[in-house]
């Protein structure tokens, strides 16, 4: 998420794409710095919890909505939980990490997308169906937010590549969990777990 968020801030996959192809142009990549940006939190689970911690000691001002507020991300980082259109509003970046069930089905919705800042980011590493992808593009396309990071899609691999394929857009192919020690640590639970129930 912090990787994604990175590369949306300072341009860097647009950068490296134009050095591919022997262009020397800074045009258009003008950075934005994560110290001293609002970053906003859509879901304080264990993974935006992590987040929230690792970005504010990179100095960003964080603000987050969940259902329960996590008081120790207030009391250690200073968190400030707000409403989820309050969130939307005053972000410099909104990161998604969110479950999905019926009730988060599409819950970043055109009407809060659309009410983002001109310059801002987007990013989602949950899940891809707590978004309306439809507005997310149309959003994008017409220029209305600066980018936007999405490491999950509707379908995976997608059947419709087009978010993917915009400008102001980095896409993974559902990257976020794929490391040696991610992997590791799920076959780490396995064993531990068939171990824990022979005999049983």
């Known amino acids: ?29 003008l950075g934005g710095e994560i110290a001293g940006s609002t970053l906003g939190i859509v879901g304080t689970g264990a993974i935006g919890r992590l987040v929230a911690e690792k970005a504010a000691m990179l100095g960003a001002r964080i603000i987050a909505t969940d259902l329960v507020p996590n008081q120790g991300l207030v009391e250690r980082y200073g968190v400030e939980y707000v409403d989820l259109a309050n969130l939307f509003k005053a972000s410099d970046i909104v990161s998604c990490h969110l ?17 983002m800042k001109p310059g ?15 507005a997310l593009y149309e959003l994008l396309k017409e220029k209305r937010i600066r980018g936007a990071a999405l490491d999950v899609h509707y379908s995976e691999p997608p059947e419709d590549y087009s978010l993917s394929k915009l400008e102001n ?4 192919p559902h990257l976020g969990y794929f490391s040696e020690k991610a992997l590791e640590n799920q076959l780490r639970k396995v064993v531990e777990s068939v171990v824990a129930n022979i005999g049983n």
């Not at 857009?169 to 993974?172: G, P």
């Open 1 to 29: 998420t912090l990787g994604l968020t990175l590369s949306l801030l300072r341009g860097i996959c647009e950068g490296d794409r134009r050095m591919k192809q022997e262009v020397w142009d800074m045009q258009g990549l």
């Open 99 to 115: 479950v999905h069930t019926k009730a988060t089905e599409k819950l970043v919705s055109r009407e809060l997308l659309f009410s």
């Open 120 to 134: 801002a980011f987007f990013v989602n590493t949950s899940r891809a169906q707590v978004v309306d992808y439809d």
């Open 169 to 172: 857009v980095i896409a993974t």
